[in-house]
Structures are given as structure tokens and as C-alpha cells.
């Protein structure tokens, strides 16, 4: 058993300090997973929406899994509902308002100085479930089978969503560059002449 899943058993008897140390082992990973799956700006608020969540069923905690995949799969339900929360408020800001955002993204999506595409930028444009299963296995350095635990889904699809999220995220990085996945990896572009 590791060292957090023991940390969450003692906090879970109601051991304080068990608890403290599981909550500060596992704070980074939490706050990333809340930064790239729910809305950057609302991370901190995700973050501990999280831990109250976890803290508050944290007595029904067994480990029939890590204790990091339980709370990682607590973090993405709880961005679920973030994301989900935020469209309805999104909705009944009514159409225009909805229509005006496109329209901006839009414009920035064809502005000459945002070409320089940030990693953040790219995995904002993935798939919902894409994005979760590349930010947990690639980011946040979960096991394969730690992430589907968390994902609640079998473990060949997190593998093809990570594979297809990479896949995604080359095509965007071919779009944003002009050049084709095998030029960047050879270091050859087509598209200057050479000297």
C-alpha cells in the first residue's frame, strides 16, 4: 500500500494530522488537474471544492484504489460539475451574449500575433475526456491504470484517448506551424528555401 492511500485510511479513523499530510501531499496535483479540466481563473476555488468534497467522504474511503486515483477522480467529477454549472449560467445569459464570445474566439483564433500557440491554449481545445486522459497520464504523471481508476472507465480507453489527444494536439501544432508532422520531426521545412 502507498504512503498516500495509508495517509487517507489514518485520516479517514480521523487522524488530523493524517489528514493534513494527505491534503498538502496531494494539493499540487489536484490544482493541476483543476487548471487544465475547469476554468483556469477558478482553480483555487476548484481545488477546494475538491478537498471538501473528499474530506466530507473521506470515512467511506477503502482503497480498492490508490487513494491519489480516488481524489483525482473526485477532482474530475467535481470540474464536470463546474463546467456543466457554468454552461447553464452561460445559457441563460441568453444567445447574444454566446454568439459575441464565438465570435471573439474566432478573431483570436486568426490573429497573426497569437501564433505562438501555448501548451495551456492547445490542451483547452481538446475533448473534454481527451483532455482529462492526457493531463492526468502525461501531466500529472498517472499510471495508466491509476488514470482510468479515476476516470472510472477501462484502461484501453484512457490509452486511445491519450493517443488521440496527442494526435489532436499535432494536427493543431501542424495548423498553428504550416508544417507537417514528419518536417517537424526531421527539422526540415519546405516551405524556405535552403541556402
Known amino acids: 500500500m502507498d504512503r498516500l492511500t495509508q495517509l487517507a485510511l489514518d ?8 489528514l493534513e499530510r494527505f491534503v498538502s501531499s496531494t494539493q499540487g496535483d489536484v490544482w493541476r488537474l483543476c487548471r487544465h479540466l475547469g476554468d483556469p481563473a477558478d482553480a483555487d476555488d476548484l481545488t477546494q471544492e475538491v478537498f471538501e468534497r473528499a474530506i466530507g467522504s473521506i470515512h467511506r474511503f477503502r482503497a480498492d484504489g490508490s487513494a491519489r486515483s480516488w481524489l483525482l477522480g473526485i477532482a474530475r467529477r467535481t470540474c464536470v460539475d463546474h463546467v456543466r454549472r457554468a454552461q447553464r449560467r452561460r445559457r441563460r ?16 483564433s486568426t490573429d497573426p500575433a497569437a501564433s505562438g500557440v501555448e501548451f495551456v491554449e492547445l490542451l483547452e481545445q ?19 491504470d491509476e488514470a482510468a481508476d479515476a476516470l472510472d472507465c477501462p484502461i484501453g480507453t484512457v ?14 501544432l501542424d495548423r498553428d506551424d504550416g508544417r507537417s508532422a514528419s518536417e517537424r520531426a526531421t527539422g526540415t521545412d519546405h516551405r524556405r528555401p535552403t541556402t
Open 93 to 108: 445569459d441568453g444567445a447574444a451574449r454566446a454568439a459575441a464570445e464565438v465570435d471573439r474566439m474566432a478573431v483570436a
Open 11 to 18: 485520516a479517514a479513523t480521523g487522524d488530523r494530522d493524517a
Open 126 to 144: 481538446l475533448d473534454p475526456d481527451r483532455r482529462a486522459a492526457f493531463v492526468m497520464t502525461q501531466v500529472l504523471g498517472l499510471r495508466y
Open 159 to 172: 490509452r486511445s484517448r491519450v493517443a488521440r489527444a496527442r494526435r489532436d494536439l499535432m494536427d493543431q
